[in-house]
């Protein structure tokens, strides 16, 4: 299986953009990219998912490189709720086949 | 909709008992996960269903684990008999047609 590298952890001031990298240099033409948080005490929720173009949703924006062997997850302005672990995951097909969830990304927010 | 729905939300048991989590998934939605996790080994998939019928259930640890879906709004695992290594939090996720997964708020369990 394809593997996801991001760092152990990353802390950002409120209010300022956030940028989580991703390296994926074993990914296959057809993986996609897919980003879940895990606020402390929940289950993990969706934040988004791409495949070759950069994508953009409510809660965030997917920067995906043009070799597609890495990817950022930006957070335009960090709040305080959004402190969580972010994890990046490669999957074949989106949702329907196993989630590989790695350590993740532990992002610390200061007030 | 109340979203994936889990129970108990906390339990603890004493080695060799058995012990049986539920969930239900959100309405109309078609696949179902069981996923668990430790601080150990982080979050790991156990077994999924399409439609009531398991699909993948090699993730799961043992003989000791059994999941069933009897029907399109409820599932259990069962564990049996129980071990200290056993104590974990333990989620249940649902999607619909390989979208995004819901997951619900998770069950701690701890095996005394």
């Known amino acids: 299986d394809a593997k996801t590298t991001q760092p152990n952890s990353m802390e950002s001031n409120e209010e300022e953009p956030v940028h989580l990298p991703c390296n994926h240099s074993?990914?296959?033409?057809?993986?996609?990219i897919h980003w879940y948080r895990q606020l402390p005490s929940q289950g993990p929720e969706y934040v988004i998912h791409?495949?070759?173009s950069n994508v953009n949703n409510r809660m965030a924006s997917l920067a995906i490189a043009e070799d597609r062997k890495s990817s950022t997850l930006i957070l335009h302005r960090a709040t305080l709720r959004d402190a969580a672990v972010y994890y990046c995951?490669?999957?074949?097909?989106?949702?329907?086949?196993?989630?590989?969830f790695g350590t993740g990304t532990r992002l610390t927010i200061i007030p | 909709d109340a979203g994936v729905i889990q129970s108990p939300r906390h339990e603890v048991t004493e080695m060799g008992q058995e012990v049986t989590l539920r969930c239900k998934p959100i309405s109309g939605h078609d696949y179902l996960f069981w996923y668990r996790q430790t601080m150990m080994r982080g979050l790991e998939l156990l077994i999924y269903f399409n439609n009531n019928v398991p699909i993948d259930d090699s993730g799961m640890p043992e003989d000791r684990f059994s999941a069933k879906m009897p029907n399109a709004s409820f599932s259990t695992l069962k564990i049996q008999p129980s071990e200290p290594r056993d104590s974990a939090v333990y989620f249940c996720?649902?999607?619909?047609?390989?979208?995004?997964?819901?997951f619900g708020p998770g069950t701690r369990l701890t095996v005394l």
């Open positions: 996720a649902s999607s619909l047609e390989g979208d995004e997964q819901f």
């Open positions: 995951i490669l999957g074949s097909n989106f949702g329907n086949e196993k989630l590989t």
């Open positions: 791409g495949l070759t």
């Open positions: 074993t990914i296959s033409g057809t993986d996609y």
